[in-house]
């Protein structure tokens, strides 16, 4: 029998019941597995087979040149936790009240976990979280969210995170996306045994800063700076990483019925990171801090390479997977995305429904992932334990005053046209692009087109939108 490898030495003593025979094929379902692959702070351009230069992304680029490869895949966000709720919900996440880096989730939203055990989905969370507390009893947790198992961070993690199995602070050893990896394999193994499909989210750390590269990645650019090449090797560890989940899922019979949907959260670093010459990068609602690279392979639908330019979206993961396993969700709240599976089927070319973007000005919520997995493993080691943060403990209470309408940066995608609206303290500013013709976004054609009916109707779908928004933030779509 294969020797397990060391870093899970001290795994293994948490994980015993997940451990099940190898070799096993797949329950023979109908219904796809799913896992859901996410990068931290990956941009566009920060692929080999996107163009960039230097970076070693070869698990990624063979994903790419045999799944369907997105060429205009945008995060919902422009930054990391509200992209990930809108995986979870199909909503813009300023609907949620998770409008920026650190809020959490509340527990009224449905999400794509909860909905899919409708379907008999086993359902696990692997790596970065943050979208709430991973202590026991949080109300924004994995659990309160419809995860049946998981091993989270409560943010970003580097290499030997101590992280959180179900609330239990668990020390590791290892490179940190593989250690997301090993551990949803190791779940598989156990629930690949059982005649229910499963969903598996796995979120790597990477390469979100500070960049701690496993040495074996960072020699591999030994010509750059230390800065990047700390950045580049993290990118190579969740390449290594990503490699071994679609070699595993290949050794185990799993390929072929099993959706692998890979996406980066939000732009590229500032410094360091490449938006493939798309203007911002993250934090910003310009292309550069919302396009992401993005790669589905589902070898029975998908089974030749294939490219799309049909713009898709973080909030059509969600729409897709419930069409996928056929489920309608009662009292299913508005939805900003759309199903994809036309676009998989080859059935359609184009999108069918405008995208709206609001980054909402407001200050993220601090959530130091390695200090607070650090005090809760102390005080568990010592017999005791930790409540969850604040942010979380008081998520599930509805607001009751509504948001600064339409604050902050705002946008509009009908077609190839992208209409900004920038408001500061009550002044609004506005932008057009056609991004067919200009993808950097450098010529502003608002002044000419402001009277173009075109215009004047996507100025109202956005405030339209806007208001849809706001309402939803205050409960009033549940």
């Not at 369907?68 to 945008?74: E, H, K, P, S, V």
Request: glycine share 10%.
């Amino acid at each position: 029998m294969q020797r397990r490898p060391i870093r899970w030495m001290l795994l293994s003593l948490f994980f015993t019941p997940w451990l099940a025979a190898a070799g096993a094929d797949d329950s023979g379902s109908t219904k796809p597995n799913i896992i859901l692959v996410m990068a931290d702070d990956q941009g566009w351009g920060d692929m080999a087979y996107n163009g960039h230069p230097i970076v070693k992304t070869p698990n990624f680029d063979d994903a790419a040149a045999t799944g369907l490869r997105f060429d205009r895949f945008y995060a919902a966000a422009p930054v990391c936790s509200p992209t990930r709720a809108s995986v979870l919900t199909g909503r813009h996440p300023n609907r949620s009240g998770v409008f920026q880096w650190g809020f959490p989730l509340r527990p009224q939203e449905i999400t794509i976990a909860e909905a899919l055990k409708k379907a008999g989905y086993t359902t696990g969370h692997f790596g970065k979280w943050h979208l709430g507390s991973v202590r026991s009893g949080s109300p924004a947790n994995p659990t309160a969210h419809g995860f049946d198992e998981w091993f989270s961070a409560p943010n970003f993690y580097d290499n030997d995170a101590i992280m959180s199995h179900r609330g239990k602070a668990v020390k590791t050893v290892g490179e940190s996306s593989a250690i997301a990896v090993d551990a949803a394999m190791q779940w598989i193994d156990d629930v690949r045994e059982k005649p229910e499909p499963f969903l598996a989210v796995v979120w790597f750390g990477s390469p979100h800063v500070p960049h701690q590269a496993a040495p074996e990645d960072s020699a591999l650019y030994k010509d750059q700076s230390k800065r990047m090449r700390e950045f580049l090797g993290e990118v190579t560890g969740m390449d290594r990483a990503f490699g071994k989940l679609r070699d595993g899922l290949g050794e185990r019979g799993l390929r072929e019925n099993t959706i692998l949907w890979y996406c980066s959260d939000n732009g590229a670093l500032p410094r360091v990171g490449s938006s493939g010459g798309h203007r911002g990068l993250k934090g910003k609602v310009y292309d550069g801090g919302l396009l992401v690279p993005a790669i589905l392979e589902w070898p029975t639908k998908i089974p030749r390479p294939r490219t799309t330019s049909v713009r898709c979206n973080t909030t059509d993961i969600y729409p897709t997977l419930l069409d996928v396993a056929g489920v309608k969700m009662e009292g299913q709240p508005v939805v900003d995305g759309i199903s994809l599976l036309p676009l998989i089927e080859e059935k359609v070319t184009e999108r069918v429904k405008p995208m709206g973007f609001w980054n909402y000005a407001i200050k993220g919520i601090i959530t130091p992932s390695a200090a607070w997995m650090g005090e809760l493993f102390a005080a568990q080691q010592a017999g005791g334990d930790l409540p969850p943060d604040p942010a979380s403990a008081n998520v599930a209470t509805l607001p009751t005053e509504p948001i600064v309408h339409a604050e902050g940066h705002s946008a509009w995608i009908d077609g190839d046209w992208k209409l900004h609206r920038i408001e500061t303290d009550g002044k609004a500013k506005l932008e057009l692009y056609d991004l067919a013709t200009d993808p950097k976004e450098e010529d502003d054609l608002y002044a000419k087109q402001s009277k173009n009916p075109r215009v004047v109707e996507m100025q109202q779908a956005l405030e339209s939108w806007l208001t849809s928004v706001e309402a939803s933030y205050l409960g009033k779509d549940y």
